[in-house]
């Protein structure tokens, strides 16, 4: 039987929601060279694989974060993923904003965050970290305590996952990168040869030469 993370790894590579070209890399908007590009938006217009997502993030929110009273998305890809989940759970929901609101009210979050309250952030993508790390301190800011962070894909990159762990931020996702690799291996999408680049590029992303 597959588990639920190599089952949604085959899943985002049927809907192109991940591509993987080691011999034709994309450029990211870091400047980076990549052999991988994630567009988890992608997943929303497939109702299976959606609902796929929302059930996977209550799991796990269930059994690491059970005491959980919100969640909380980073915007903006996360925040559809994060909305079905609290629906699911039956929990309140807020989102951090990149940055406070410039007009009103002047937010950082929006929607009723209650000081005390227990929250887990659902990301979309974790690659640098930077997104967990601002919306854990935001929302910590506004009187609440951080559970964790749920993400729906992670590259665990050694420089995040150090940055990370070293601001006690605890992390679960449905699909590692490593994982996708090896599934992508195993259903052929990538050959053998081209897996040594991809797990290559993963130790040191912002000097890759292709």
């Not at 937010?107 to 309250?117: A, C, F, M, V, Y």
Request: hydrophobic residues 40%; glycine residues 6%; negative net charge.
């Amino acid at each position: 039987m597959k588990t639920p993370d190599r089952l949604f790894a085959e899943k985002l590579l049927s809907i192109s929601a991940v591509k993987l070209q080691p011999e034709m890399p994309f450029v990211w908007g870091t400047g980076w060279n990549s052999p991988i590009y994630n567009d988890n938006r992608r997943i929303l217009s497939y109702p299976d694989v959606r609902n796929f997502v929302k059930v996977e993030i209550a799991k796990i929110i269930l059994e690491n974060y059970p005491a959980a009273e919100a969640l909380a998305a980073v915007s903006t890809a996360a925040i559809p993923f994060a909305t079905l989940a609290a629906d699911t759970l039956g929990l309140p929901f807020v989102y951090v904003r990149s940055a406070p609101k410039d007009h009103g009210l002047e937010n950082s979050i929006e929607g009723d965050l209650k000081p005390g309250q227990r929250v887990v952030l659902v990301e979309d993508i974790v690659a640098t970290g930077g997104g967990s790390l601002r919306g854990t301190e935001t929302t910590r800011m506004a009187g609440a305590e951080v559970e964790g962070v749920v993400s729906v894909f992670n590259y665990d990159f050694p420089s995040t996952v150090k940055r990370l762990r070293d601001a006690d931020i605890n992390v679960h996702t449905l699909c590692s990168y490593d994982t996708l690799v090896d599934t992508a291996v195993q259903i052929q999408y990538i050959q053998p040869d081209e897996e040594a680049t991809l797990k290559e590029w993963r130790k040191d992303p912002a000097n890759w030469i292709p």
